[in-house]
């Protein structure tokens, strides 16, 4: 099932929305025409390798630049390949720009922002040794998501049913897709963590649910004030 719209309607322009659509886009179709060598080099040297900050002399060896952690923010801007890219981008066309709408512009980039940063922190925290490189928006995205989940829990989730491409589509309540979605999430990162195989997974689950748990719990601090409606007279 793939997610196509939701049913708030918005009543301004999400401009920072498209605007991280387009960086990420950007950012991929720039790497993506340049030598195999240089997009896993940009990867590993601006994605979050764990195991660079958990063991500085290994990294000193490997060869990775002391960044004072500067990887954990851009990794959110980049991404491994092509379906990667589109998920996310999906997710953020779908959820972000209500939540955009309901903060404000600059409160939405920061909210942004630090869902990514706490994604990537508690991916390091449970995954410490990894040495492959986390990339991609998804933990900034599932920040948006929570905030979704908790603002409009009723709203409509209109999904496509790939069913032999034949045009199937049918509504759901945002609480049940989100829901499914997150307890997907725990399942899968619960699992890697028991059976140790976090360390070699291609999936951040952690950073997916580090950026929902962050969504839910800061989105009320950056959301607008509502203005009183206005006293007439009779």
Known sequence: ???VRNTIPLTTRPYITWALIFI?????????ILPVEVNNY?????GMVAARYSFPEWAIKTGFPDDSYFSFFSSMFLHGDILHLLINL?????????IEERMGRMRFSLFYVLCGLFAAFLQYYFNSSATLPMVGASGAIAGVLGAFFL???????KLWLPLFFLPIFFEVPAVGFLGL???YQIHEATIGLVTQEATYSTVAWWTHLGGFIAGLVIHPFFLKQEEPPLLTEE
């Open 1 to 3: 099932m793939i997610p």
């Open 151 to 157: 603002l409009y829990p009723y709203a409509r989730i």
């Open 42 to 46: 940009v990867l590993y040297i601006y």
């Open 24 to 32: 990420n886009t950007a950012i991929f179709s720039t790497l993506f």
């Open 90 to 98: 999906v997710f953020l066309w779908i959820f972000a720009g209500n």
């Open 181 to 183: 979605w997150v307890m």
